[in-house]
């Protein structure tokens, strides 16, 4: 099993920044690729970033690219991501996945989830 518990969200104004953290534990052997995904109120979990573990290759959504930024830290088996410039539209729920490798950008890929932490940006 793998357990991954988010952190580090809050309220924000536009434009600022904050950086989200999952720690992970558990066989190691079972994340190949570690995702962030997001759902705002009323609308479908969307994809936001991914990291292939053992290489440290990362792929952002378009709608995030440039903004925010995916990373870990293979000693703290910790994956990060770092969001700046925020806009009110980034408001959602953040959620941590972790996958075996090529899971990709589909969250049906993802095997494991952790409980989501609040990100909320004012105008």
């Known amino acids: 099993q793998v357990q991954l518990v988010e952190s580090g969200g809050g309220l924000v104004q536009a434009g600022g920044s904050l950086r989200l953290s999952c720690a992970a534990s558990?066989?190691?052997?079972?994340?190949?690729?570690m995702g962030w995904f997001r759902q705002a109120p009323g609308k479908e979990r969307e994809f936001v970033a991914r990291?292939?573990?053992?290489?440290?290759?990362?792929y952002h959504a378009d709608s995030v690219k440039g903004r925010f930024t995916i990373s870990r830290d293979n000693a703290k088996n910790t994956v990060y991501l770092q969001m700046d410039n925020l806009k009110p539209e980034d408001t959602a729920v953040y959620y941590c996945?972790?996958?075996?490798?090529?899971?990709?950008?589909?969250?049906?890929?993802?095997?494991?989830w952790g409980q989501g932490t609040q990100v909320t940006v004012s105008s």
């Open positions: 996945a972790a996958g075996p490798k090529f899971s990709g950008t589909y969250g049906r890929n993802y095997d494991y």
């Open positions: 558990g066989r190691t052997s079972r994340w190949a690729t």
């Open positions: 990291i292939i573990w053992n290489i440290g290759t990362t």
